[in-house]
């Protein structure tokens, strides 16, 4: 464990029990072929960057599950010695350590929350990454290969957009959550973790229902009954209204959404809509919706907008 750790949360954090974890599995790290040997706590609070009163805040903690006996004055970093009950927990924190499994559910959920606490800056670089608190496992650090996984697979789910220069094994290094991500983030809690909720979102139907003229759509919560052939402000509408689902990023839903006004707007001097100018605006809705996910609405806006191109070319 050679990255430094970040600085100690305040005693009421819910993270103060990962740092008892990160003690214990310290202490066990110094003592591994000998546990009962004594260890001076110092070098601990120099590589956590804390003092030594939140050092004995832990030391107490571990004290009072009986996991190790703690001497010296107060005044001073404590001198520890592991008991029993302390070596069976450490052994089993360290296999829970390396498994590539529990590091992998960790580096999804912490990469995905790190990026909802700072979602209001862009672009984030997913190399700040590495100086946050998230990147701890156990007190372990995450490797940039863990992190690039966890980028692909949050990807892969639509929950999160990698773009700009890359950052390892092809994925992009400037990170952006989508409107996926943050259902993921705040359902947290009620579904377990990630995998769980990317697991249920692959679950839901996705089905496309086409008869005469009528289109309908249902895919997951979204569901939405169109006419082919429509109009230009009726096209505009149709865009607005699956926005969400075409443009999980801000920044494509928001060009998304300014071309679908300019579509609703009357271009000609007599306010009449002027067809060059709205096959424009159909074209450049058509290009926005190039780098949109594969999905059901998705094919449903190519599909009127390609109607509606054709009935402005009289066909």
Known sequence: MSAAAPPFPDHDSESFDRFRSRLLLWVWDQVMR???LPVDCAEFGTWQSIPQSTVWS?????????????????????????LPEGVAEARLLQARRADPVRRGRHATSAVLRWIYARSDRQPLRIEAFFDSAELFFLGEALSRAEVARALSYLADSRLITCTGPEFQGGVGSEVALTSLGTDAVLSESETGDIGEFVARQRQRPQQTHIEAETVNVAQGDFHQSIQTALSPAELSRLIRQL???????????????????????PGGPDGEPDPDRQRGLMERVRRLLGDSPDTVGRQVALDAIGQALGRLLGG
């Open 34 to 36: 000998s546990p009962g």
């Open 58 to 82: 832990l030391v107490d903690r571990l004290g009072e599950q009986q996991l190790i006996s703690a001497q010296g004055p107060r005044q001073y970093a404590p001198t520890v010695t592991l």
């Open 243 to 265: 926005a969400p689902v075409l443009a999980p990023d801000d920044a494509s839903r928001t060009a998304l959404l300014n071309s679908a006004d300019d579509l609703a707007r």
